[in-house]
């Protein structure tokens, strides 16, 4: 089964950027991918969908400031983080869209002055 670690987070001030990396123990090619993010007290919630064939879906928070990418010949899936506020404060987890979910361990990010 097909493991996935995520890196990239820290902290940072608001307005500043971060990229997130997904990197997948094995090919994800034929996958879906998605990034969701779990703050403090609330659920875990959808952030940005990349289909196998390249498609993109933002939830509405991150549009026009977030953007995630692939590149299938590193089993890498990125998700970019722009003009990022304290409301973009979480832990970040990378998932491969699979018959069984597939998970990462999540990475923090934290946007505070």
């Known amino acids: 089964q097909v493991q996935l670690v995520e890196s990239g987070g820290g902290l940072v001030q608001p307005g500043e950027s971060l990229r997130l990396s997904c990197v997948a123990s094995?090919?994800?090619?034929?996958?879906?991918m998605a990034w969701y993010r779990q703050a403090p007290g609330k659920q875990r919630e959808l952030v940005a969908v990349?289909?196998?064939?390249?498609?993109?879906n933002y939830a509405d928070s991150v549009k026009g400031r977030f953007a995630i990418s692939r590149d299938n010949a590193k089993n890498t899936v990125y998700l970019q983080m722009n003009s990022l506020k304290p409301e973009d404060t979480a832990v970040y987890y990378c998932?491969?869209?699979?018959?069984?979910?597939?998970w990462g361990q999540g990475t923090q990010v934290t946007v505070s002055s």
């Open positions: 990349i289909g196998s064939g390249g498609t993109t």
């Open positions: 094995g090919s994800i090619r034929v996958y879906a």
């Open positions: 998932n491969a869209r699979t018959m069984t979910p597939i």
